[in-house]
C-alpha cells in the first residue's frame, strides 16, 4: 500500500555525510566558471516547491545571472503553478514550465532535492544534461547528480547556496538576500527551531544589511491566507485525532485534508503546506501527521517531530524521505489504511532520538 520497510533505505535516513570537500566545492567552482558562453543552465527545485527550494533555486539563479550566464531556466516538476505567497518573489521571471525545460541544457543544477523521486518527470535531465550538480541539505540525499554540495548540517539548501555564491565572487543584493532569506526562515520556522544556529543567524544578518524587509516578508509569505483558508483550517483542525499511546508512548496527532475540503472553501491545494504547524503545536504528541489528498486514493504526508522521533526513518519506510524531525511521502489508500500504516511503522523500536 504504502511500501515497505527497506534496510537500504533507512540507512540512507542517518546523517552520514559530512560538509561538502574542497574538492567538492572546487568542482562545483568550475563546472559553473568553465562553462560556454552560451552554455544553457537549467535550475531545477522538488516538488511542491517550498520556500527553501524555490528561494534557493532562485537566489542562485539571480546570482548566475549576475555572473552573464545568459541562457538559463528555472523550474520545478509538476503543475507550474506557485503557491500564492511566492508570487512576489524575486527571480520568478526564470521560471518556466516543465513542459518547456531544456531538453538537453549543458548543466543542471538541483535545488532541495533529497532523491530522483522528488524530480517528477524532470528526472530525464540527469542523463541528457552534461553535467549535474546537486545542492542540498537532507541527510537522506541519494548523491544522484554527478558534482554533490550536499551538508546534512546546513538548516536550509540556501546555507549551501550563499557558499557557493561566495566562491563564485557573486556579492549579495537585495534580489538575491530576500530569496535567500525567504529559504532560511522557511526551513529554520522562522528561526524557531534548534538548527538555528550563530551560524545562522550571522548568514540571517548579512541578508538583512542588503536592506530587505523582514516584517513585510514574513507577512507576506507565512501570515497571509484567505478567509476560506481560515474556514477550511477550521473544518479539518475540528477532526484531528489524538493517539497517546502511538509511537511508543510518545503520542501522535493527526488529521487528513480532502479535496473536497478544499472544494467546499474554494482554496488550492497549497494552502493546506503550512496546515502541520497548527496540528503540531499539540503537546501530548511528540508526532504529528497531516494527510493531504491529493487525488482519489492518494494522499501527501507530512511529518513532524518534537525532537523525540526520527520521522525520517518513518517517511523512508514508507516511500518518501526528509528530515529527522520533519519528513513526509505519498501513500496510496483509504485514510484509515494509511494512518494505520503511519502507527506500524510508528510502533518500530529504533525511531526514539536521545538528546531531545
Ligand atoms: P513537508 O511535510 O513540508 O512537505 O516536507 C517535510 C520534509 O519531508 C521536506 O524536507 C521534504 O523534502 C520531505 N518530503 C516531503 N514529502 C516527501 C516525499 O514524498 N518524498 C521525499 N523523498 N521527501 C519528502
Ligand atoms: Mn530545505
Redesign the pocket.
Known sequence: MTGGTNGALLAEAQPTAEQPTEAEWAAAVAALTRLPADGRVLLIC?V?P?GDALGSMLGFGLGLRRLGVRQLQATFPGRPELPEPFRAMPGLDLLVPATEAYPDPDLVICF?V??V??LGALVDRLDRAGAALVLDH?A?NTRFGGIHLVDPHAAATSVVVEKLLTRLGVPLDQEIAECLYIALATDTGSFRFDMTTPAVHEMAARLLATGIRPGEISRRIFDSRPFGAVRLYGDVLGRTQLEPAAAGGRGLVWTYATLEDLARHGQRPYTL?PL?DSVRCTVEADVSCVLKQVAEGEW?????SKGATDV?RV??AL?????RL?????AYGAVGDVAEAIRAELSRPGLELSGS
Open positions: 522538488h511542491n517550498d532541495d533529497a532523491a523521486s522528488r537532507h537522506s503546506e502541520i501527501a504526508v507530512s511529518m513532524r525520517s517517511a523512508v516511500g518518501g524521505g526528509g528530515h520533519a519528513a513526509g511521502f505519498t
